[in-house]
């Protein structure tokens, strides 16, 4: 199970943290993603991290503006994303590689 938080509306330009706690799963041992879904349109990879978090990969859409980091200790995977685009606009999802639940997600509004 994981539960998304950090999600809400900013400004083009501005920079958000989201956060993700997991449970029932051996977090130190999986790989963790953030998907993102805008209206319309299918969900799509945002960044992925290994286990052990020196391992990275971003989408080409977000590459330089958005930074994944993980705390094993806390069971928590973030995403850093600043330099927001109202093309950002979506719900953003943590998710476990290879697992078939999803999270509720959280709501990432760039608007002026």
């Known amino acids: 199970q994981v539960v998304e938080s950090g999600g809400g509306l900013v400004q083009p330009g501005g920079s958000l943290r989201l956060s993700c706690v997991a449970s029932e799963i051996p977090f130190s041992l999986s790989a963790m993603a953030w998907y993102r879904q805008a209206p319309g349109q299918q969900r799509e990879l945002v960044a992925r991290?290994?286990?052990?978090?020196?391992?990275?990969n971003y989408a080409d859409s977000m590459k330089g503006r958005v930074t994944i980091s993980r705390d094993n200790a806390k069971n928590t995977v973030y995403l850093e994303m600043i330099n927001l685009r109202p093309e950002d606009t979506a719900v953003y999802y943590c998710?476990?590689?290879?697992?078939?639940?999803w999270g509720l997600g959280t709501q990432v509004t760039v608007s002026s």
């Open positions: 998710h476990v590689p290879g697992h078939s639940d």
């Open positions: 991290i290994g286990s052990g978090g020196s391992t990275t």
